[in-house]
């Protein structure tokens, strides 16, 4: 199998994204309005209120995510824009695929011995970002990697 092509790809403000936090979002909010309106107010209903509105918020973060994910036909590597941290090699594997959208678990690896494991970052990536280079990288994220 030959490799695939090299590409960069930028990930955030995913379409698909977008719409599933609007739909979670005024969901949720609808069944806790609903609640508050049938039953009184006590403290599971606070509770409730605070796990939406703090996924409300975590979601609404996420949405900012600003990156560039870079195939070279040999590793991955993840430039985070929106905190101007290092580049970071990595590996993904792909959680969802809608195929207009990608859910890419990143899992960066460490180049320093003894360092502890990173934890993973989740990634959306839509085709509506960059139609040309769609097709190469859903080829990327679904090679194979050849071990000699």
């Given at each position: 199998m030959h490799n695939a092509p090299s590409v960069s790809?930028?990930?955030?403000?995913?379409?698909?994204?977008?719409?599933?936090y609007l739909v979670f979002t005024l969901m949720s909010s609808t069944v806790v309005i609903a609640?508050?309106?049938?039953?009184?107010?006590?403290?599971?209903w606070c509770v409730a209120l605070s796990a939406v509105v703090l996924g409300a918020f975590f979601g609404?973060?996420?949405?900012?995510?600003?990156a560039i994910l870079t195939w070279d036909g040999q590793v991955w590597c993840l430039h985070?824009?929106?905190?101007?941290?290092?580049?970071?090699?990595?590996?993904v594997?792909?959680?969802?695929?809608?195929?207009k959208a990608l859910l890419l678990r990143w899992q960066?690896?460490?180049?320093?011995l003894g360092e502890r494991k990173l934890?993973?970052?989740?990634?959306?990536?839509?085709?509506?970002?960059?139609?040309?280079?769609?097709?190469?990288?859903?080829?990327?994220?679904?090679q194979r990697v050849d071990i000699h």
């Open positions: 790809y930028p990930v955030g403000r995913c379409a698909f994204q977008r719409w599933l609640w508050a309106l049938e039953q009184n107010v006590g403290w599971v609404w973060r996420s949405l900012q995510q600003q985070d824009q929106s905190t101007d941290s290092e580049d970071a090699l990595g590996h594997q792909v959680t969802l695929d809608v195929q960066p690896t460490s180049d320093r934890a993973p970052v989740w990634l959306w990536l839509g085709a509506e970002q960059s139609t040309s280079h769609w097709q190469d990288l859903r080829r990327a994220v679904y």
